[in-house]
């Protein structure tokens, strides 16, 4: 039996932590449980799960629909796409069946690169090996998630680069189904004998565009920074944390005039505090932290989500950012050194070290 080998290529990283994963997440589901009812999906599609942050890991290799397990998506810092486009050539040279004069081999494979940030690693000789060996071979679909994702590096791997309005209303329900509606309508055309590029399902207006006519769905075109993640730990459970500030960028309207004037100065608001595995290290980029942000240009307090300490942003002279109950003396639990921690004075901000996103 020929398969229809479809590899979902996942970005994980930490700008995507909050009601993005969660929605990916729900929605591989979603996608299964739709082509489970569809027979021609049923009979060819196999699915595949690649996660990529600073490092790229097959979660679930290429796997029939009826044995599939929607899993969990792990969180990690950086956005390495150089280092998750080797990965995944490695794995359709490992798992996809080629043709030889004796056997037809697996249909032309379909992959969906679903990111929302620029690349954090050197994509150049990646993306050379894509178009000299897999470009013709390969229907490869980049979506850029809020219009986020760098579309010139995405137009360097394929024509087919689209951007996903994340505010929409019902945005990841529609687009779920979109993804959905393409496998069955590829897995039809693969049934009938049909081995061309992928037939994408028609783009919902004020959803999906091409990324030439999506002027209007990248609300952050051309801003560097969307986003200021930071890496925390639980004194208490000694287990990590993301915290996510997103840059406002004047969208936000309050009547509160202290709020006002803090949108006025200040260039991010809080936007999640979650809960991470030890994991995380492991799709993490070495190095540490790149870049800081300074303190006085965040505007909200996140409490712990592992503890729910009240100050999910206490920072220790080491760097490290971990939670507490209040002022006094505390123990950090990145170094373990123990000192006296207070507010910091009205106008005396300090460089907090971020992640790659």
């Given at each position: 039996?020929?398969?229809?080998?479809?590899?979902?290529?996942?970005?994980?990283?930490?700008?995507?932590?909050?009601?993005?994963?969660?929605?990916l997440e729900e929605g591989i589901g979603a996608?299964?449980?739709?082509?489970?009812?569809?027979?021609?999906?049923?009979?060819?599609?196999?699915?595949?799960?690649?996660?990529?942050?600073?490092?790229?890991?097959?979660?679930?290799?290429?796997?029939?629909?009826?044995?599939?397990?929607?899993?969990?998506?792990?969180?990690?810092?950086?956005?390495?796409?150089?280092?998750?486009?080797?990965?995944?050539?490695?794995?359709?040279?490992?798992?996809?069946?080629?043709?030889?004069?004796?056997?037809?081999?697996?249909?032309?494979?379909?992959?969906?690169?679903?990111?929302?940030?620029?690349?954090?690693?050197?994509?150049?000789?990646?993306?050379?090996?894509?178009?000299?060996?897999?470009?013709?071979?390969?229907?490869?679909?980049?979506?850029?998630?809020?219009?986020?994702?760098?579309?010139?590096?995405?137009?360097?791997?394929?024509?087919?680069?689209?951007?996903?309005?994340?505010?929409?209303?019902?945005?990841?329900?529609?687009?779920?189904?979109?993804?959905?509606?393409?496998?069955?309508?590829?897995?039809?055309?693969?049934?009938?004998?049909?081995?061309?590029?992928?037939?994408?399902?028609?783009?919902?207006?004020?959803?999906?565009?091409?990324?030439?006519?999506?002027?209007?769905?990248?609300?952050?075109?051309?801003?560097?920074?969307?986003?200021?993640?930071?890496?925390?730990?639980?004194?208490?459970?000694?287990?990590?944390?993301?915290?996510?500030?997103?840059?406002?960028?004047?969208?936000?309207?309050?009547?509160?005039?202290?709020?006002?004037?803090?949108?006025?100065?200040?260039?991010?608001?809080?936007?999640?505090?979650?809960?991470?595995?030890?994991?995380?290290f492991d799709l993490t980029e070495e190095g540490?932290?790149?870049?800081?942000?300074?303190?006085?240009?965040?505007?909200?307090?996140?409490?712990?989500?592992?503890?729910?300490?009240?100050?999910?942003?206490?920072?220790?002279?080491?760097g490290g950012i971990h939670c507490l109950e209040?002022?006094?003396?505390?123990?950090?639990?990145?170094?373990?050194?123990?000192?006296?921690?207070?507010?910091?004075?009205?106008?005396?901000?300090?460089?907090?070290?971020?992640?790659?996103?």
């Amino acid at each position: 039996m020929r398969r229809l080998p479809i590899f979902l290529l996942v970005d994980v990283s930490e700008s995507m932590v909050g009601e993005t994963l969660y929605k990916l997440e729900e929605g591989i589901g979603a996608v299964v449980s739709t082509l489970r009812k569809d027979p021609y999906a049923l009979e060819t599609a196999h699915l595949s799960v690649i996660v990529f942050a600073g490092k790229a890991r097959t979660i679930i290799p290429l796997t029939e629909l009826f044995a599939f397990h929607p899993p969990e998506l792990p969180v990690g810092g950086g956005t390495a796409l150089g280092a998750a486009l080797d990965h995944l050539m490695n794995e359709i040279d490992r798992t996809v069946v080629s043709s030889r004069p004796d056997r037809k081999g697996d249909w032309r494979p379909i992959v969906f690169l679903l990111t929302d940030g620029a690349p954090t690693d050197d994509v150049s000789r990646p993306i050379d090996r894509w178009n000299r060996s897999y470009g013709s071979r390969v229907s490869l679909v980049a979506v850029s998630i809020g219009g986020g994702a760098d579309h010139a590096v995405l137009k360097r791997l394929t024509e087919e680069v689209i951007v996903f309005d994340d505010t929409a209303p019902d945005a990841f329900a529609r687009f779920i189904r979109w993804i959905s509606m393409s496998i069955q309508s590829q897995s039809r055309s693969v049934s009938a004998g049909q081995d061309g590029k992928v037939s994408l399902a028609k783009a919902e207006e004020g959803l999906l565009a091409p990324v030439e006519r999506a002027g209007a769905l990248t609300p952050f075109s051309g801003v560097d920074d969307r986003f200021a993640v930071f890496l925390g730990r639980c004194a208490k459970m000694r287990l990590p944390y993301v915290v996510k500030f997103e840059r406002h960028l004047g969208r936000f309207e309050t009547r509160d005039p202290a709020l006002a004037k803090l949108l006025e100065t200040r260039s991010y608001v809080l936007n999640t505090a979650v809960p991470v595995k030890n994991s995380y290290f492991d799709l993490t980029e070495e190095g540490g932290a790149a870049h800081s942000v300074s303190s006085d240009q965040l505007i909200g307090q996140p409490a712990c989500p592992h503890c729910l300490a009240r100050f999910g942003m206490a920072v220790c002279r080491c760097g490290g950012i971990h939670c507490l109950e209040g002022e006094g003396e505390r123990t950090c639990p990145w170094c373990g050194n123990t000192g006296h921690y207070g507010s910091a004075a009205s106008g005396a901000g300090f460089d907090i070290g971020r992640g790659r996103g």
